[in-house]
């Protein structure tokens, strides 16, 4: 079987359950001549499950007007902040601290985000959590 020729890469991030033809996704989709409806409809029941989260996703879009995609895990920094139930981070993240987060729950969020992260041991995994952590304002428990 011959493989597909790729027209194009999208990297969108949608929030989870509420993809629909409005801006960012009808657009950037309709450029390249794909079925908008259809693919909110697929992205929708594929992360009904992850409601609250924003997911990002790489559409592959063939020569032939179909394509494929793939979720990946929610960004590190809105793992943090589910983590600490927070709206967002701080402002000014030397002065300000807007939370805590133990060892654990870094670990934690290392390991889901561990496959995509440009890492090779976790504890090195565990080094970048924190480090989005700290940037966020939070402050990291030994």
Known sequence: MAKKQVKAVVKLQIPAGQANPAPPVGPTLSQHGLNIMAFCKEFNEKTKDKTGYLIPVVITVYVDRTYSFVLKNPPVSQLIKRALAIEKGSGDPKRSI??????????????????????????????????TARSMGVEVEE
């Open 98 to 131: 807007v939370g805590k987060l133990s060892r654990a729950h870094i670990e934690e969020i290392a390991r889901m985000k561990r496959e995509e992260m440009n890492a090779r041991s976790l504890s090195s995994a565990v080094r970048i959590v924190a480090g």
